[in-house]
């Protein structure tokens, strides 16, 4: 296994690699949106002209000094070291809308992927909890920019108890410049097995698993749920927390939105409004996936995220459409 100073080395020869590009000739204009290496830490900040929109937290993130003393003692072994999420994200005030390192779930981080139940060899792990199966960074890393998006897409590895490869993990992160609408976030996670006999469950088969955000505080939090009956042709669906973050002023919109493509599109939505946490799960309940050997699951997801007042049925479903007509 490569030591993490080879793979910082290797994630800032990839990143200067990149900028190499932004400046040869034909690159005058500096792109307003950016991603950058913090090389202190390994992790990488989307930038909207200078202004933070999220950071991608790849190499390993250690508990804060002296959080652990904080923890109840029953509680501390899920203050893991972890790697692979979203974490601070930020509003369009500056607020940040994500917690890491909460006191009441020490696992939880940010926006993360996980599952708490995957099976290998007649055994159980829990990549949601951080115990004995983890995603960790290979050092690929590519940044690419468009007119109007920064993108990187971040290769990981599973490792069953942290040691045996399982899934090959190609995590893409698209942020939008903001406009109007909001900002757009385009989330795609590609997991292809190593090995055969990998599968995916949500806690129990039937409670959490998939897509988890862990919000920081909100007054007046409103969480929602929304999906059109089955049957429905062109079935709709979406999840929201909307409220005032800390630091913001005025109310703040979290939605989230699906591919309809995804296997067993609409999720099942699962809440916790006391941490606040919800999510859109994946698999469907009661139900265990199973990932073939070289064959890959795809999950695509939009975040979107805007000040102002609550949006209506009307522009949660206009935004939905648009999310499905985007390659």
């Not at 099976?119 to 115990?131: I, M, N, P, S, V």
Request: charged share 20%.
């Amino acid at each position: 296994m490569k030591t993490i100073k080879q793979l910082e080395t290797r994630l800032t020869l990839v990143v200067g690699l990149t900028l190499l590009v932004a400046s040869l000739p034909g690159c005058t204009t500096k792109p307003l949106m950016q991603v950058q290496l913090d090389a202190a830490t390994g992790q990488y900040r989307f930038l909207d002209a200078g202004q933070p929109v999220l950071q991608y937290n790849y190499a390993t993130v250690n508990p804060p000094t002296g959080y652990l003393e904080k923890v109840h003692p029953n509680n501390r072994k899920y203050a893991a070291p972890r790697s692979n999420y979203i974490h601070p994200l930020f509003g369009p005030q500056g607020e940040q809308l994500t917690l890491d390192f909460s006191l009441d779930h020490p696992h939880h981080r940010g926006i993360y992927w996980a599952w708490p139940e995957v099976q290998f060899q007649g055994k159980t792990a829990d990549l949601h909890a951080l115990q004995n199966v983890f995603a960790r960074p290979t050092g690929k890393i590519k940044i690419r920019y468009g007119n109007n998006f920064a993108e990187i897409q971040a290769e990981n590895r599973w490792l069953w108890e942290d040691k045996t490869p399982i899934v090959h993990e190609i995590t893409n992160i698209r942020a939008y410049q903001a406009n109007d609408n909001g900002r757009y976030i385009d989330l795609t996670f590609t997991f292809t097995p190593l090995v055969d006999g990998v599968t995916l469950a949500r806690r129990g088969t039937n409670h959490y698993g998939g897509l988890n955000i862990r919000l920081s505080p909100i007054k007046q939090m409103k969480l929602n749920h929304y999906a059109d009956p089955a049957g429905t042709p062109y079935r709709a669906a979406w999840q929201s927390a909307t409220g005032t973050w800390t630091g913001a002023t005025k109310p703040t919109v979290l939605a989230v939105f699906e591919k309809a493509d995804n296997p067993d599109y609409p999720s099942d939505y699962i809440q916790y409004p006391d941490l606040p946490w919800f999510q859109p799960t994946f698999p469907r309940a009661d139900t265990r996936y199973e990932l073939k050997k070289n064959q890959p699951l795809v999950l695509r997801y939009r975040l979107w995220i805007r000040s102002g007042p609550p949006p209506t049925a009307a522009q949660y479903r206009q935004q939905w459409n648009l999310f499905q007509n985007t390659k």
